[in-house]
């Protein structure tokens, strides 16, 4: 008897995968939201369920379950690697537009610099004037 709650497993997986639940359903090919929550809910969910996750997750559960491993090769399954191609492409992304943030940020320090010069002059002005 497996002690591992394989459903909670692929939930938490799931839940910090840079894909949204639901295009990991649909990539699993599963129709609804509530199969996965069946899923999810079930201690021994089958490894061929399991699979199809794996496949649309990218990720190969051989660190949460070494068992599935030794299934993949007694059904003769490629082996599913733990990809990082998501999250180079989210590292891009994400630096992209902390270089974007940065940019806007220096403009915006250089107007607030030169609305600054602006003000003083202005006082300055008025200073002289009611002198």
Same mark, same amino acid.
Request: hydrophobic share 30%; no cysteine; aromatic share 10%.
């Given at each position: 008897?497996? &002690? ?7 939930? /938490? *997986? !799931? %839940?910090?995968? !840079?894909?949204?639940? *639901?295009?990991?359903?649909?990539? !699993?090919? #599963?129709?609804? +939201?509530?199969? #996965?929550? &069946?899923?999810? /809910? +079930?201690? $021994? ?18 660190? @949460?379950?070494?068992?599935?491993? &030794? ?7 490629? @082996?599913? %690697?733990? /990809?990082?191609? %998501?999250? +180079? ?19 915006? $320090?250089?107007?607030?610099? $030169?609305?600054?010069?602006?003000? &003083? %002059?202005?006082? @300055? ?7």
């Amino acid at each position: 008897m497996n &002690k591992k709650h394989i459903g909670k497993i692929l939930n /938490s *997986v !799931a %839940e910090n995968h !840079a894909l949204p639940k *639901v295009e990991i359903i649909r990539k !699993a090919g #599963y129709e609804s +939201q509530s199969t #996965y929550y &069946k899923h999810i /809910s +079930q201690t $021994n969910l089958s490894f061929k369920i399991l699979y199809k996750y794996a496949k649309a997750l990218d990720y190969g559960f051989s660190k @949460e379950l070494p068992e599935f491993k &030794k299934w993949l090769e007694k059904n003769n399954l490629p @082996e599913i %690697e733990n /990809s990082n191609k %998501e999250l +180079q492409r989210l590292t891009r992304e994400m630096n992209k537009w902390k270089e974007k943030h940065f940019e806007l940020l220096e403009k915006y $320090n250089s107007l607030l610099e $030169n609305q600054t010069k602006y003000i &003083k %002059e202005l006082e @300055e002005k008025l200073k002289r004037k009611t002198e």
